[in-house]
């Protein structure tokens, strides 16, 4: 099917056309202004009309307003084959740029899965644990999943940032076998520095999930979120807050009125 898409339909196309059909194929979906940004030119509407006019039935416009497109999966995959086989740096090259790009605009699954077609795994988890909160205040835990699909159990286990964003998906899931194999495996994993939610370390992050779990009742929590508030202020670190309204209200429950009092002003 690739070797008849290649032969029948780049074959007859203007060079400039074909070029710009191969580059095009690192993009999922396209608009002419993403396309231009991506590729530095100036005239990518003119050629997507004129590809789109030229009859070609594997460009498929996907809103009324001509503004984005993509190409059929099954051809998108043959021109990224071809561009692979011709030209493997420039394939690499642009999935980088097309990933960032879409990041600034604000098109994160993009980016992710730009992130991972490319191989920057990494940067791919970092990206699901900065946007895994936002996600889940959303009500849009499937997403998460998705990413972390994308990524598959083995892979999301070498990287502290998918590790803890699986922990949150697990929680969010109340799926008791993922939290405990997600613990078991953060508590092994290395980790210098801080992760790309902002957690002063892999140490703090596990704890503040471990808080809201609260296995281990009332001991555990403390003892967690001990943790969390010995991980910095809350100038640097994004869980003091919630760690110290935890302790303020176990201490209410347990009847230390002027400790409550005093954690939670």
Known sequence: VIGYMIDEVLAGLAPAVSDFMLRSSVLERMSPSLL?????????SR??????????LFLIRIDNDGEWYR????????????????????LHGLGRQAGRLLEARGDIDGAVRHAVEVGELQRAADLILQHTMRLIDEGRIGVLGQWLQLLGPEL?????????????YALGTTDANLIGRTFAVAEKLPCDGPLADGS???EVALAAVRAMVAGEGTPGVMRDTEIVRAGGGPRENPWWGYATALQGAEASLTGDYERARELLL
């Open 200 to 202: 002063p370390s892999l």
């Open 71 to 90: 190409y059929h999966h099954l051809f998108r995959d043959a021109l990224r084959t071809q561009l692979a086989a011709a030209h493997p740096e420039m």
């Open 36 to 44: 231009d940004t991506l590729l530095g030119i100036e005239h990518s």
């Open 156 to 168: 999301a286990e070498r990287y502290p940032s998918a590790v803890i964003a699986t922990a949150w």
């Open 47 to 56: 050629l997507l009309d004129e590809i789109e006019r030229s009859g070609n």
